[in-house]
C-alpha cells in the first residue's frame, strides 16, 4: 500500500512540477514570437486544459501524502516529511492565488481582446508559477535531505 501511495504521490508531483517547467521554459519562450492576438488565447487554452490537470494532482498530493504521513505518524514522521506538508500546503493556496486571480482575469482580458491587460496578467501568472516551481524543488529538497 505504502509503494502504491508513494508512487501516486510522485507522479501527482511529476505531473504538476513538469507541466509548470514546460510551460516556464519551453512553451512561454516560443509563443513569445506570435503576436498578442495569437499568444495569449493560445497560452489561456493551454493553461485551461493544463489547470484541469492541476487539480486531481493536488488532491492526489494531498491524499497520498496524509496517508503516507498518518500511516507512520506525525511524531516518528521525518523532519522532510513535515516540511514538504508545509510548503505542499503553500503551493496549494498559491495555485488557488493563481487560478482564481491572475488566471480568471487572464480568461477575462482575451475574451475582452484587451492585449495590454491579458499580458500583464500572464506575466503575473509566469511569476506565481516560478514560486511554486522553486518551492516544488526545496519541498523535494526536504525530502531528500531530512530523511
Sequence with gaps: MNNLMNFLHVSAAIVWLGGVSFMLFALRPAAMDLPPPQRLPLMTQVLRRFFRLVWP?????LATGLVMLLGVGM??????????????????????????????????????????????KLGQIAKLAQLNLALGALAIAAVAIWR
Design 75 to 120: 511524531r516518528q514522521a521525518p523532519v522532510g516529511w513535515h516540511l514538504m506538508l508545509g510548503i505542499g500546503l503553500l503551493m496549494f493556496a498559491v495555485f488557488g492565488h493563481l487560478y482564481f486571480g491572475p488566471f480568471r482575469r487572464l480568461r477575462a482580458a482575451v475574451e475582452a481582446a484587451d492585449w495590454p491587460q491579458a499580458g500583464q
Design 57 to 61: 494532482c493536488i488532491g492526489l498530493l
